[in-house]
């Protein structure tokens, strides 16, 4: 261990051993003078917000899901009745041979 390792090991154990100082509450003036300065700030200013703009994008998309879904499902049914008809015309045709 070198000179400087030892002076650090030493300075950190006397940092240990030192007695915490308990935090004390400010005094009236500060917080006075604290509140004063909020009071005295300007107020928010303006920012777009793209929030809104993004809610209204996710609730157009989740209707376009909705209608896709739908128009699906009605095409779907409306297609189970023929998917058959070529396998089974099929299967008619070779076993008819």
Request: glycine residues 4%.
């Amino acid at each position: 261990m070198n000179r400087i390792d030892q002076h650090l090991a030493r300075l950190f154990r006397a940092a240990a051993r030192a007695p915490r100082r308990a935090l004390a509450e400010p005094g009236f003036a500060a917080q006075a003078r604290v509140l004063a300065q909020w009071r005295a700030a300007p107020g928010p200013v303006w920012r777009p917000s793209l929030l809104p703009l993004f809610r209204t994008g996710l609730a157009f998309a989740c209707a376009l899901l909705l209608v896709t879904l739908a128009l699906s499902l009605r095409q779907m049914n409306q297609t189970a009745s023929d998917e058959w008809t070529l396998p089974n015309a099929l299967l008619n045709l070779a076993l008819r041979r």
